[in-house]
């Protein structure tokens, strides 16, 4: 019988130890599929922000030190979406332009990324004007593609693009 108690609690505990590591182990890697997840949402922002910046309203969609406040702030459509840009301007030689935008997967799992272009004098570029790009990816976002801060899940991933 003691033979018995004593091979039942050695198994029951060698099954815990198993049982307790399984879960630790799909804990990470749950956390490394959200990882992911907000690492390509912060991509998707970044190069949001590139594309309209080389390429859209003739390169002039951010806001610079000459134009803030003298343009109409552009409206940008990424991922099927319109997303509206609100400017600022730092002091009188550089501008930032913000925007927050919505991304959707197959099975309808909200993810969102927020996006900083900063323009500033540089005159090592070729215009006369550097550019810093910084988008934050989240993987846990509400329907106006703010992040859930109060959601335990929620991971963010960050990118900087500079030129």
Not at 53 to 60: F, L, N, Q, R, T
Not at 81 to 86: F, N, R, V, W
Not at 106 to 127: D, L, W
Request: aromatic content about 10%.
């Amino acid at each position: 019988m003691l033979f018995a108690v004593l091979a039942a609690s050695l198994l029951l505990s060698i099954g815990l130890s198993i049982f307790s590591l399984t879960v630790k182990e799909l804990t990470l890697s749950s956390y490394g599929r959200e990882s992911q997840f907000s690492f390509y949402a912060a991509d998707s922002g970044a190069e949001c922000a590139l594309y309209w910046d080389i390429k859209g309203h003739g390169g002039a969609t951010f806001a610079t030190s000459t134009t803030y406040g003298g343009i109409v702030p552009y409206q940008i459509n990424c991922g099927a979406t319109t997303i509206a840009l609100s400017e600022t301007a730092n002091d009188a030689n550089d501008a930032t332009t913000t925007f927050s935008m919505p991304l959707n997967d197959v099975s309808n799992t909200s993810f969102c990324s927020t996006v900083i272009v900063s323009k500033y004098p540089n005159s090592s570029s070729p215009a006369g004007i550097g550019t810093t790009i910084i988008s934050n990816g989240y993987n846990v976002c509400d329907s106006s593609a703010n992040p859930i801060w109060g959601n335990p899940n929620l991971v963010e991933r960050s990118l900087s693009v500079t030129y």
